[in-house]
């Protein structure tokens, strides 16, 4: 039952606000797979946006869009020695009468312009909270949670084409709202992953919620606790191997900067040895916009630029701030190894504590620039429709650019798949020139269900406009562990160009059903042991 801890929201199709550490919405498997007697197609949508275009991703073999189904949840994977290649995972219903999911991918060569979608990890199969990086070589990691609760770990060596499990099924552990991240330092950790998940887990003990691996992702160590058991955030790791886990306090709301200095050293079982409380400027919340889901959870980053502000570490929120029934982008940061945090800085600068900032994430580009985006319902009437927004800081995030518009507009309310929500994030990767965003939206509209439907696309923002890089290839032959992706856009904006508010195209421009319906038939799903109660 979800518990309501401020008002009810006023716009249309929101609900109340909850409270995620008292309200657990565990990834679980509670509806069968829909069959699917037949699919739909349309053409894919290409939406602009003013100098940014949005690519659909979730695409079938033809490059079309696939007419009633949904996706959502994105995360995204970056070469960094060929920007052109990435992949994205994300959560795909093959049916929205169904909130049966299971690991969708794609992938490009082409910096996003064209997009493949193969298939799934594991047809018939309950997968959810895709979480995909790169290491420093080009080699691509997806880990994937099951309706268990317990996870996997897929490795792919052809920038996403295709992936190899690494261990049987569930043999990853780990719990749910999982992430992890890559060693890709010099240093006698080079290599090791690191994942953190919430108090519900596969685990015998609740407490156990972080575990690492020093063999590429195969296998994973015993699991063990976190301090004030922090979740719903992400890890990233320091040029010196310091291990640093932001998340919110399980029972009290606080969140945290947790420092590891020796989960590096294989042979020795991890201890966190600094935590610091951090001040965001509210707290973590669902509901509201996003009925059922997260509206943002803790995006924590490490600079490794190798410069003046190399080793600072960033922390940025969508929180509920004190007496809001909204939420706001928030942004800190440490100059001194996560002791010490600076006060909270509000990134939205529209000023308007009625309307929503959410899913807000960030990456750090190897110079050091900080991109940061969100969804953004600031010029809805209905306080509702959202288009996604971009911000960037070339000074550690002291002071952020003018906030910019990079999508049109899109209904989050629409398209559900038997599931109140959009998911519970989305994701950027950001190079030497701009950030590759990986986000869900509802630009296409679904004839025979009368509303929009839930897909994934690819767009990407840079200070001096939406390029995207050519399809040459520009491999490092020696990539470093602090390698620099190539620039390869050609902005043909300057840096003050703002996307007018009416895009060259409707999100419905290219969105008519093709005649001719394409069979495909439905998976046949696994046999599997029902999953013990979770709280």
Known sequence: MMVSVATLAT????????????????EKYDNPPALIYRLDTSPRMVSPHGVFISYQVNVDANGNNIVGDAANECSISVDPTNGNKMAIGWRQFNNVTSNFRQGGWGYTTDGGVHWTFPGVLEPGIFRSDPVLHSDEAGTFFYLSLLGSLCENMYRSTNGGQSWTELQPDGDAGGGDKQWFTIDKTNGPGHGFQYQAWDTSTCSTS???????STDGGITWGTPIGVPNQAEFGT??????????????????????????????????????DQVTPVNMGGVLSGGGINPAGLDGQLFLAVD???TATNNNIYMLASVLPPGRSTTDVMFTRSTDGGLTFSAPHRINDD??????????TFAVAPTGRLDAVWYDSRNAANNTDSQLFYSWSTDAGVTWSSNVAVSNAFTPSEGYPNQSKIGDYITIVSDATGGNVAYAATFNFNPNRSQHEEDVYYVRVSPS????????????????????ATATATPTATATATPTATATSTPTATATPRPTPTPRAGPSPRVRPTPRPRP
């Open 206 to 212: 609740g407490t156990a919620q972080f575990s690492r």
């Open 351 to 360: 000023g308007l504590t009625n309307k929503w900032h959410w899913f807000g």
């Open 465 to 484: 406009g939406g390029g995207t890089p050519t399809p040459t290839p520009t491999a490092s032959p020696t990539p470093s562990a602090t390698a620099t």
């Open 11 to 26: 716009a249309s199709a929101q609900g109340p606000l909850w409270n995620p550490n008292t309200t657990r919405l565990v």
């Open 235 to 272: 890890l990233d790791v320091d040029t010196n191997g310091n291990l640093f886990i932001g998340g919110i306090g399980d029972s009290n709301n606080v969140f945290y900067c947790i420092r590891s200095s020796n989960a590096q050293i294989g042979n020795q079982t991890p201890t966190f």
């Open 304 to 306: 490794r630029s190798g």
